[in-house]
């Protein structure tokens, strides 16, 4: 939980133009759900709504809380350093099994069990029928934490400036 953001020594940093916070940029849409494939049942999945930056939480180490835009790279890092965050520690859950039992820290308030999507693909019937005449079934559970078809904890951002309209676009 973030508790403060302190950007005050950030903001009179040599060549900082703007600093930013998920304070200014949550009313922004959030990061789009790729993610379109119908689940178990024909249910869609349940949006994180993932922020620009942070506003009220981290979900993860890494997840950007501020933006320094400065007239350098090197001056934009620098004041980023200033940058202090109080964070509140929250009861936290890695493992997926875990995560969905009763009693698990709740990742999002809107996704109750933690569970925002349920795939299945294939034909249960024909699988079924394959366990039963085989020669022999072999059973394992195989585990494979945080797999995603996209980079993790990226740390950048595409920026894009209209002047016309005086806006950004992030």
Same mark, same amino acid.
């Not at 933690?114 to 019937?125: H, K, P, Q, R, V």
């Given at each position: 939980? !973030? *508790?403060? !953001?302190? &950007?005050?020594? #950030?903001? #009179?940093?040599? $060549? %900082? !133009? #703007? %600093? *930013?916070? $998920?304070?200014? &940029? $949550?009313h922004m849409a959030p990061l789009p759900q790729m993610q379109q494939t119908p689940g178990v049942g024909g249910k869609k999945i349940i949006a994180t709504g993932r922020d620009v930056l942070a506003v009220k939480k981290a979900m993860f180490s890494g997840q950007g809380v501020a933006f320094v835009v400065a007239t350098s790279a090197a001056e934009a890092m620098d004041a980023a350093e200033m940058i202090v965050v109080d964070y509140k520690t929250l009861p936290c859950v890695v493992d997926a099994e875990e995560a969905m039992k009763p009693g698990a820290p709740q990742l999002y308030d809107h996704i109750p069990g933690n569970l925002c999507y349920e795939f299945e693909y294939g034909n249960a019937e024909k699988a079924a029928a394959a366990f039963k005449t085989a020669a022999h079934v072999t059973k394992i559970v195989l585990d494979a934490p945080r797999i995603a078809g996209n980079p993790m904890e990226p740390k950048a951002a595409v920026v894009n400036y209209d002047k016309k309209r005086d806006i950004y676009d992030v």
């Amino acid at each position: 939980e !973030i *508790l403060s !953001i302190d &950007t005050s020594a #950030a903001k #009179a940093a040599p $060549g %900082v !133009i #703007a %600093v *930013l916070t $998920g304070a200014d &940029t $949550g009313h922004m849409a959030p990061l789009p759900q790729m993610q379109q494939t119908p689940g178990v049942g024909g249910k869609k999945i349940i949006a994180t709504g993932r922020d620009v930056l942070a506003v009220k939480k981290a979900m993860f180490s890494g997840q950007g809380v501020a933006f320094v835009v400065a007239t350098s790279a090197a001056e934009a890092m620098d004041a980023a350093e200033m940058i202090v965050v109080d964070y509140k520690t929250l009861p936290c859950v890695v493992d997926a099994e875990e995560a969905m039992k009763p009693g698990a820290p709740q990742l999002y308030d809107h996704i109750p069990g933690n569970l925002c999507y349920e795939f299945e693909y294939g034909n249960a019937e024909k699988a079924a029928a394959a366990f039963k005449t085989a020669a022999h079934v072999t059973k394992i559970v195989l585990d494979a934490p945080r797999i995603a078809g996209n980079p993790m904890e990226p740390k950048a951002a595409v920026v894009n400036y209209d002047k016309k309209r005086d806006i950004y676009d992030v």
